[in-house]
């Protein structure tokens, strides 16, 4: 069973900034196999979709658009969500995902699209 881990969660100000790893076990990261990608679940709310990436293609959610960037690296079997500028409401927990590129029916921003999930990470922004 492929394993996701998550680390680089913490505490920060509003306007600072944190960068999240994912750590893969069990995937084959080599040739981009596999889809990439980071959602959120802030206290009370329902999940949230932050960004992905395909090969060279990326998506990102509204709200992160231009402060986050996600980004990999397959020799090490591991991607990135690099947060700038965090917000109060950046304030969730956060959770790498990956997907089987050669599957179809991909859609970025729907979580059951990825199939295989970390625990999460904190992630806490002080005004």
């Known amino acids: 069973q492929p394993q996701l881990v998550e680390s680089g969660g913490g505490m920060v100000q509003a306007g600072g900034s944190l960068s999240l790893s994912c750590a893969t076990r069990g995937l084959d990261f080599t040739r981009n196999k596999y889809i990439v990608g980071w959602f959120r679940q802030a206290p009370g709310k329902g999940r949230e979709f932050v960004a992905s990436?395909?090969?060279?293609?990326?998506w990102y959610g509204d709200s992160v658009e231009g402060r986050f960037a996600i980004s990999r690296d397959n020799d090490k079997n591991t991607f990135y969500l690099q947060m700038t500028n965090l917000k109060p409401e950046d304030t969730a927990v956060y959770f790498c995902?990956?997907?089987?590129?050669?599957?179809?029916?991909?859609?970025?921003?729907?979580?059951?699209?990825?199939?295989?999930w970390g625990r999460g990470a904190r992630v806490t922004v002080s005004a």
């Open positions: 995902t990956t997907r089987n590129a050669l599957r179809n029916g991909f859609e970025p921003r729907v979580g059951g699209s990825y199939d295989y």
């Open positions: 990436m395909r090969e060279s293609r990326t």
